[in-house]
């Protein structure tokens, strides 16, 4: 067998080696590696794992609708079972007006017109809640009311006429703040009597009926 020595061993390994490219000046051709080349082996991507999915929530109970039913016409007096507010007038020549309703509340009025009209706007046993054009008022015991109909006028003079129209003959006339009797009442007009005189009036001069009231 042929001994061969170390320079011949170097020379035969640098031979196996494969060529290397070059470029025109004779040196070697490095081929960069990065994005693009096709020497370098593609970075492995780092895995997308889903999250587990979460628990879904339990529906949350939902409670039928209710429907909240508004009462119907008008409100009733819980002791008469009479419309609220509704208008009386004083049938007494003097009424106590009280902060509360029971004869333990002090008073604080005292109506002293008969026949003025009042609005009552709440009941308690045999008291009622009243006030008067003013807006003064309290508990008055339901003995010192009645049920007669009175309006009081508001305007300076207030012509009584022969029909319910602008243009009908003037009877008379009632000066501001008298009290007249209540008769019937069309969606303008009223009839009122007072002193001896019956005629009718425009409902919004007169205070004691409500301005969509009528009567017969």
Known sequence: MMNIGPIAALLMAALALPAQAQDGEGRPRLRPVGLGSTTAAPAAEPAVVPAPA????????????????????????????????????????????????????????VFLRRDMPLQVTAEYGHWRRVTDREGVGGWMHYAMLSGVRTVIVDAEALPLRAKPQETATIVAQLEAGVVARLGDCEPDWCELSAGGYKGWAPKSLTWGVAPDETRD
């Open 54 to 109: 979460a628990a879904a929530p339990a529906p949350a109970r939902i409670a039928p609708r209710q429907d909240v039913s508004l009462p119907e016409g008008p409100v009733r007096g819980p002791e008469t079972n009479l419309p609220l507010p509704r208008f009386v007038s004083l049938s007494t020549d003097r009424g106590n007006v009280r902060r509360g309703p029971s004869l333990s509340h002090r008073i604080d009025w």
